[in-house]
T-cell receptor, first 110, second 113 residues
């Protein structure tokens, strides 16, 4: 069974710090990886996608993928209170259906 | 551009009743997905439409769930009869092409009493 594992948190960081979110996946056939942000009661919003080993940067966000270790991470630099949300890691194999982790709650304190 | 919309936003029904959820994808998106999040669990895939055809319905829990997408536009998900374990948040997502970014709707919160 395909699984994506995340620490549920909460992960608490002070404003301006780097937040590091991690996930592991079980299906070696997974090819695409996504980080969604979900505010309480709202829909998941895609913030990063990554398909190749290495780092991908977009503004304050950096996604990292290591397929050998089946590990995906998301770094948020200069964390802001508005970044406080649940971050969902998702993986997709040859087909487009997403397998989600339970999410990590991030709390950024002013 | 309007996003994915879902109706209703909330539904409270009694066990044994029928509920129909609706999803309107982003205009022009051929791919439509249904997902569900049961309390305390992760979001789980239910099924995937490409236009009006079911591409993958491997995540549908049982035959009490029926999804349709007539004309390849909006989709409905009917639960009949509803059971207590069907409670959760039902999300719809759409994408322009297969393997492309999925945009999620706000979800329908279903509570079966």
């Amino acid at each position: 069974q395909k699984e994506v594992e995340q620490n549920s948190g909460p992960l608490s960081v002070p404003e301006g710090a780097i937040a590091s979110l991690n996930c592991t996946y079980s299906d070696r056939g997974s090819q695409s990886f996504f980080w969604y942000r979900q505010y309480s009661g709202k829909s998941p919003e895609l913030i990063m996608s990554i398909y190749s080993n290495g780092d991908k940067e977009d503004g304050r966000f950096t996604a990292q993928l290591n397929k050998a270790s089946q590990y995906v991470s998301l770094l948020i630099r200069d964390s802001q209170p508005s970044d406080s949300a649940t971050y969902l890691c998702a993986a997709a194999g040859g087909y487009s259906t997403l397998t989600f982790g339970k999410g990590t709650m991030l709390l950024v304190s002013p | 551009e309007a996003g994915v919309t879902q109706f209703p936003s909330h539904s409270v029904i009694e066990k044994g009743q029928t509920v129909t959820l609706r999803c309107d994808p982003i205009s022009g998106h051929d791919n439509l997905y249904w997902y569900r999040r049961v309390m305390g669990k992760e979001i789980k895939f239910l099924l995937h439409f490409v236009k009006e055809s079911k591409q993958d319905e491997s995540g549908m829990p049982n035959n009490r769930f029926l999804a349709e997408r007539t004309g390849g536009t909006y989709s409905t998900l009917k639960v009949q009869p509803a059971e207590l374990e069907d409670s959760g948040v039902y999300f719809c997502a759409s994408s322009l092409g297969d393997l492309e970014t999925q945009y999620f709707g706000p979800g329908t919160r279903l509570l079966v009493l």
